[in-house]
């Protein structure tokens, strides 16, 4: 079946601009997850969502990220007043059920963030 | 929180040798270990996990050991090949969380 989906594959902004990204995770999956990747470096996690709510939103990292899953399906993670460090590959993953509990996170192929 | 650290950030071995990368772990609580898997331009992709109810798990060229009293785990590929060459990253969490702790990974290259 379909894996999950990202779009757009990259996006390039400019500093002070606001932009979607979204994330179509796999059907029937519950469980949703932003991450972001820097360069050279690991994912780190934003934002997971278990149906519709944001059951933690602890890896924000400031109020001008925000993420929505109004139908407890596809998410958008919005992001106000871009900043150059903001520059990222963003990923979204989905898991059956609650991650953590040995549920594979399944990976979408990422949004890859440019704020000149 | 929990804070995984890998070693080393990147590993060049000739075709055919053992690559070994290793992880450690500071949350004691943690209980699951997944391995993933990430080629130049591709999304993470899960190549193998362990729970901390097992010491060891091998699946054809790939095996993972894990140490829970010294809190670390490693990634063991032999026969090494071309395709093997990607980032590794290890990962991090426990059956009562949901987000997962990743080390910065380690860039793979296997010489032919």
């Known amino acids: 079946g379909a894996g999950v989906s990202q779009t757009p594959s990259n996006k390039v902004t400019e500093k002070g601009k606001y932009v979607e990204l979204r994330c179509d995770p796999i059907?029937?999956?519950?469980?949703l997850y932003w991450y972001r990747q820097s360069l050279g470096q690991g994912p780190e996690f934003l934002i997971y969502?278990?149906?519709?709510?944001?059951?933690?939103d602890s890896g924000l990292p400031n109020d001008r990220f925000f993420a929505v899953r109004p139908e407890g399906s596809v998410s958008t993670l919005k992001i106000q007043r871009t900043e150059r460090g903001d520059s990222a590959m963003y990923l979204c993953?989905?898991?059956?059920?609650?991650?953590?509990?040995?549920?594979?996170?399944?990976f979408g192929p990422g949004t890859r963030l440019t704020v000149l | 929180g929990e804070n995984v650290e890998q070693h080393p950030s990147t590993l060049s071995v000739q075709e055919g040798d053992s690559a070994v990368i290793k992880c450690t772990y500071s949350?004691?609580?943690?209980?699951?270990f997944p391995w993933y898997k990430q080629e130049l331009g591709k999304r993470p992709q899960l190549i193998i996990d362990?729970?901390?109810?097992?010491g060891e798990k091998k699946d054809q060229r790939i095996a993972v050991t894990l140490n829970k009293t010294a809190k670390h785990f490693s990634l063991h590929i032999t026969e090494t090949q071309p395709e093997d060459s990607a980032v590794y990253f290890c990962?991090?969490?426990?059956?009562?969380?949901?987000?997962?702790?990743f080390g910065a990974g380690t860039t793979v290259t296997v010489r032919a």
């Open positions: 993953a989905s898991s059956p059920t609650r991650g953590g509990g040995y549920n594979e996170q399944f």
């Open positions: 362990i729970r901390s109810n097992v």
């Open positions: 949350d004691s609580a943690s209980n699951y």
């Open positions: 990962a991090a969490t426990s059956s009562n969380d949901y987000k997962l702790s």
């Open positions: 059907s029937g999956h519950t469980a």
């Open positions: 969502f278990q149906g519709t709510g944001a059951a933690d």
